[in-house]
């Protein structure tokens, strides 16, 4: 028994010892990813063999604007909306460096789409302000991915700005042509109307309505307009690489004038001629191809076109070379006009009646469910946290000190230095809109568990707190 066991073993370390020798064989030497701010696209890749393809990518959080006199804090992957874009090849490894910038306030990651493994990268990448985080993949599908940031809430992330494409050219490479561009549709959620003036936070409420104020090619209003309009000459072969990070609305992708020639479907091997309109899911693609015939202004639209003409996603292919018929014409202006100003919409409340804990028990299970709801998603189901980005609630002495900072916390947010067991963190925890009641619920669950204090918070104790005069997020010392 015993010496069947020691062969067993013995035949199971010769099969991983040939398994890793013929790894290494399957990429020859490695070199360094060229990453290309949008509209461009790294040059094609011409190798016949795989190699270690190594990806620095930096996260930076950056104030910009989103339209003319409008700053919005965007979230990037590399200072720009899309984040760069990445070109690999089919059967690749993928070294991946993930750097997130000291003077960011949050934690970020990424889930790439060309990832075959659990959460695409997400799991592994998960990086705090002044960290770098390394994680390896092998491409195995060719196609055009989405990657994009998978950090609580993930839907903000996302709405900041945090997607991108990657491509993995399939083993033969794709067929020559004379440009290659790289565009992205967005959506974007603010406080104020569109192209109302000055510094615009995210929208959460918005957001999760559905209910986008500008709806953007490459991150802002006439990214590809004027003189940024993406450029090319009569006869020539342009594809478009078009992704769609949402958040939430899918596109209708069209260029007025013209007719995909192919479109590969969703990103993928599927091939369709002669398009008008392709549709790209929110976390999809396509790549798309088309001769240019005429000279002229060719507008790239989302077909649901009030985005167009009221939300911003307007771009513009400017095409230079002989005249012959004018296929396109029209007076078109190099600007998008000005919004007839959003419909603010009023939501009617107190209709519905939201059932009161009366017993401490009720208040531990509504508010166990609130938790999972709310806080879970950053402090984790079990309040063990992330460890350098969300600190734990378990056994917490910041929470477990100072009920008062603790309801504190919970009303307005936290930002700046903090010290919990012993580890540092300084990052931002969002304000939360929660009733007293919640609050109350929440807290009287979180001490009830995890080997914290055990003390109730009453919805009267929130509400004294929240009268008290601390309308910016507290200070964490
Ligand atoms: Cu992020």
New binding site residues.
């Given amino acids: 028994m015993i010496k069947n066991l020691s062969a067993w073993l013995a035949s199971l370390i010769v099969f991983f010892a040939v398994m890793g020798c013929s790894q290494n064989s399957e990429f020859k030497g490695e070199e360094k990813a060229t990453l290309t701010l949008p509209p461009n696209v790294p040059p094609p890749i011409l190798r016949a063999h795989n190699t270690k393809v190594i990806v620095d990518l930096e996260?930076i959080e950056q104030t910009k604007n989103i339209s003319e006199g409008v700053e919005y804090t965007f979230?990037t992957f590399g200072g720009s909306v899309p984040g760069k874009f990445m070109r690999v090849k089919e059967g690749d490894l993928v070294e991946f460096h993930l750097s997130n910038h000291p003077n960011n306030k949050?934690p970020?990651?990424i889930d790439l789409h060309a990832v075959t493994g659990p959460g695409g990268g997400a799991a592994s990448s998960m990086t705090a302000p002044g960290h770098t985080s390394t994680f390896s993949f092998k491409v195995i599908n060719p196609g055009l991915y989405v990657y994009h940031?998978a950090?609580a809430p993930v839907g903000m992330?996302i709405g900041n700005g945090?997607y991108g494409l990657i491509l993995v050219e399939p083993k033969g490479g794709l067929p020559k042509v004379d440009r290659e561009y790289y565009v992205m549709q967005g959506d974007f959620y603010t406080k104020g109307p569109y192209g109302q003036r000055g510094h615009q936070p995210f929208d959460m409420e918005k957001a999760l309505k559905e209910q986008p104020d500008y709806v953007l090619f490459n991150g802002s209003v006439g990214a590809l307009n004027g003189d940024n309009a993406l450029k090319a000459k009569v006869g020539e072969r342009v594809r478009l690489y078009v992704g769609n990070g949402g958040p939430n609305l899918i596109s209708s992708f069209h260029v007025i004038g013209e007719i995909f020639d192919k479109v590969h479907i969703e990103g993928g091997d599927n091939v369709n001629t002669n398009v008008q309109t392709t549709l790209i899911p929110a976390g999809g693609s396509a790549i798309v191809e088309f001769k240019v015939e005429v000279p002229g202004t060719f507008i790239i639209v989302d077909h649901s076109i009030f985005r167009t003409f009221n939300k911003g996603s307007l771009g513009m292919i400017k095409v230079e070379g002989e005249e012959s018929k004018t296929v396109y014409s029209g007076k078109i202006s190099d600007s998008v006009y000005l919004p007839e100003g959003g419909a603010i919409q009023t939501v009617n409340g107190g209709a519905v009646k939201v059932p009161v804990a009366n017993t401490k028990e009720e208040r531990m299970a509504f508010g166990k469910q609130k938790y999972e709801a709310v806080c879970a998603a950053c402090h984790q189901p079990t309040g063990v946290g992330v460890p350098h980005a969300f600190p734990p609630l378990a056994k917490s002495d910041f929470l477990n000190a100072d009920k008062k900072r603790a309801i504190r916390t919970v009303l307005h947010g936290l930002q700046g230095e903090v010290k919990v067991n012993g580890e540092v963190y300084n990052s931002v925890m969002p304000k939360l809109d929660l009733t007293d009641e919640e609050v109350a619920n929440i807290l009287t669950y979180v001490y009830g568990s995890w080997g914290n204090s055990g003390q109730s918070v009453l919805p009267e104790e929130v509400k004294t707190v929240r009268s008290e005069k601390a309308p910016a997020p507290v200070e964490a010392h």
């Fill in positions: 996260i979230w949050m970020h990651n940031c950090t992330h945090m």
